[in-house]
């Protein structure tokens, strides 16, 4: 509706959004979607979300489907920010968010940007979609794939968690187990779709994943009252929520419904795959490929990913930090979330809590901070 471009990240060269995109044609990186916030701003009041529905479509006029009847949706977003204070307690913290995000269809977050990719590529005439995962993104895109009418090609790493596997199965999506990881899925993904197999959702190869994912920062914001957290604690792969969540701060700001206040971003990631934490301690800003990326945590298992300068400048910018955690660290707090408040998380969202103690104890996060830590999913799809 008042999507006006697609500007790269790193060239700031512009792409009429009236087609399907993939990386910016000068540079080969991703697009971000701009949009005429003037309009949108005199469209939508923020006092008149309250009566529209608990999803993500409410932030309609942000998001970039010009048409209501060409969503595709199974309910997603809108997720409870609960308050934590039995975890919060044993952390030393007073103000404990859980962003529960196992509770969006598909039963992870990958349900918000899929919700908006699929509804972009079928208003586009897309027809065949095409992803590698590392399991979750799989499963949301066939479930999202289903529902529209289109077909989904799904390329997995073979050890991906069972549940993945048959949850797209079930939803009739085509897989290819593959003897690798995300990133050498990613590399057939491409070359298949180079050779005219379909459409490639893979996050941030796609504009409008991240579009999605962006909404957890206006729930974030509309759910504390309309100002921000202090610090955003967040279980790292390819990184599209960290980007999703800035940009929608930055979008927000510009519409004057928050003032210049900015959380610390904080990226965790596991010992066996910390690409981003290399990085960032490092003062770089690429990171370099993990060889042999090993993690219980297999949204976390991502040795590359194309948005990470992104990822490391809003690390950066927000004066946040980087953090890896063990595998039987982020095990342990799976039980921990659960016993202390009946969350069972995905041992990515579980990966958190570990961090945050650490970051407690050498005095990066102070007791009376406002911290939220995202559950990005469901424990029950590792079972
Ligand atoms: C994909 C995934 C992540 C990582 O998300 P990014 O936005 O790609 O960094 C974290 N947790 C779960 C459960 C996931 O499926
Ligand atoms: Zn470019």
Same mark, same amino acid.
């Given at each position: 509706?008042?999507?006006?471009?697609?500007?790269?990240?790193?060239?700031?060269?512009?792409? !009429?959004?009236?087609?399907?995109?993939?990386?910016?044609?000068?540079?080969?990186?991703?697009?971000?979607?701009?949009?005429?916030?003037?309009?949108?701003?005199?469209?939508?009041?923020?006092?008149?979300?309250?009566?529209?529905?608990?999803?993500?479509?409410?932030?309609?006029?942000?998001?970039? &489907?010009?048409?209501?009847?060409?969503?595709?949706?199974?309910?997603?977003?809108?997720?409870?920010?609960?308050?934590?204070?039995?975890?919060?307690?044993?952390?030393?913290?007073?103000?404990?968010?859980?962003?529960?995000?196992?509770?969006?269809?598909?039963?992870? @977050?990958?349900?918000?940007?899929? $919700?908006?990719?699929?509804?972009? +590529?079928?208003?586009?005439?897309?027809?065949?979609?095409?992803?590698?995962? $590392?399991?979750?993104?799989?499963?949301?895109?066939?479930?999202?794939?289903?529902?529209?009418?289109?077909?989904?090609? /799904?390329?997995?790493? *073979? #050890?991906? !968690? *069972?549940?993945?596997?048959?949850?797209?199965?079930?939803?009739?999506?085509?897989?290819?187990?593959?003897?690798?990881?995300?990133?050498?899925?990613?590399?057939?993904?491409?070359?298949?779709?180079?050779?005219?197999?379909? @459409?490639?959702?893979?996050?941030?190869?796609?504009?409008?994943?991240?579009?999605?994912?962006?909404?957890?920062?206006?729930?974030?914001?509309?759910?504390?009252? %309309?100002?921000?957290? #202090?610090?955003?604690?967040?279980?790292?792969?390819?990184?599209?929520?960290?980007?999703?969540? %800035?940009?929608?701060?930055?979008?927000?700001?510009?519409?004057? %419904?928050?003032?210049?206040?900015?959380?610390?971003?904080?990226? /965790?990631?596991? #010992?066996?795959? +910390?690409?981003?934490?290399?990085? @960032?301690?490092?003062?770089?800003?690429?990171?370099?490929?993990?060889?042999?990326?090993?993690?219980?945590?297999?949204?976390?298992?991502?040795?590359?990913?194309?948005?990470?300068?992104?990822?490391?400048? /809003?690390?950066?910018?927000?004066?946040?930090?980087?953090? +890896?955690?063990? #595998?039987?660290?982020?095990?342990?707090?799976?039980?921990?979330?659960? *016993?202390?408040?009946?969350?069972?998380?995905?041992?990515?969202?579980?990966?958190? &809590? !570990?961090?945050?103690?650490?970051?407690?104890?050498?005095?990066?996060?102070?007791?009376?901070?406002? &911290?939220?830590?995202?559950?990005?999913?469901?424990?029950?799809?590792?079972?």
């Amino acid at each position: 509706m008042y999507l006006t471009n697609l500007e790269c990240a790193a060239c700031e060269r512009g792409h !009429p959004p009236g087609r399907l995109h993939n990386l910016c044609e000068s540079c080969g990186m991703p697009l971000l979607a701009r949009y005429d916030l003037d309009a949108a701003g005199a469209a939508l009041a923020k006092t008149s979300l309250a009566t529209r529905p608990a999803n993500l479509w409410r932030y309609r006029e942000l998001l970039p &489907v010009a048409d209501p009847a060409a969503v595709v949706t199974l309910g997603e977003g809108y997720t409870p920010l609960l308050r934590a204070d039995r975890l919060g307690a044993r952390l030393g913290l007073a103000n404990l968010y859980v962003k529960d995000e196992a509770l969006n269809p598909t039963g992870t @977050f990958k349900a918000r940007g899929m $919700a908006v990719a699929v509804s972009m +590529a079928r208003q586009l005439g897309a027809t065949e979609l095409a992803v590698p995962s $590392a399991g979750n993104a799989g499963g949301a895109l066939a479930a999202y794939a289903a529902r529209a009418g289109l077909s989904a090609h /799904v390329f997995m790493p *073979r #050890d991906t !968690p *069972r549940a993945n596997v048959v949850e797209c199965e079930r939803a009739g999506a085509r897989i290819t187990l593959v003897d690798g990881l995300i990133s050498d899925c990613a590399r057939l993904v491409a070359e298949y779709c180079g050779n005219g197999g379909g @459409f490639d959702v893979s996050t941030l190869r796609e504009p409008y994943r991240v579009e999605g994912k962006k909404t957890m920062g206006f729930e974030l914001a509309e759910q504390l009252g %309309w100002r921000l957290p #202090d610090v955003v604690v967040y279980p790292t792969g390819g990184g599209t929520g960290l980007v999703g969540m %800035w940009k929608a701060f930055d979008e927000l700001a510009q519409l004057g %419904w928050i003032d210049g206040y900015r959380p610390r971003m904080v990226a /965790v990631q596991a #010992d066996g795959c +910390a690409p981003i934490v290399t990085a @960032f301690l490092a003062g770089a800003t690429h990171a370099t490929e993990v060889v042999g990326a090993t993690t219980v945590a297999s949204g976390l298992r991502v040795p590359r990913a194309i948005g990470d300068f992104i990822m490391l400048d /809003v690390l950066r910018r927000s004066g946040g930090t980087a953090i +890896a955690v063990s #595998d039987p660290e982020l095990l342990a707090a799976v039980a921990e979330l659960d *016993r202390l408040e009946g969350i069972f998380p995905a041992p990515e969202g579980a990966a958190c &809590v !570990p961090a945050v103690r650490k970051l407690v104890a050498n005095g990066e996060i102070g007791a009376d901070e406002i &911290v939220v830590i995202f559950n990005t999913g469901s424990g029950l799809k590792y079972l």
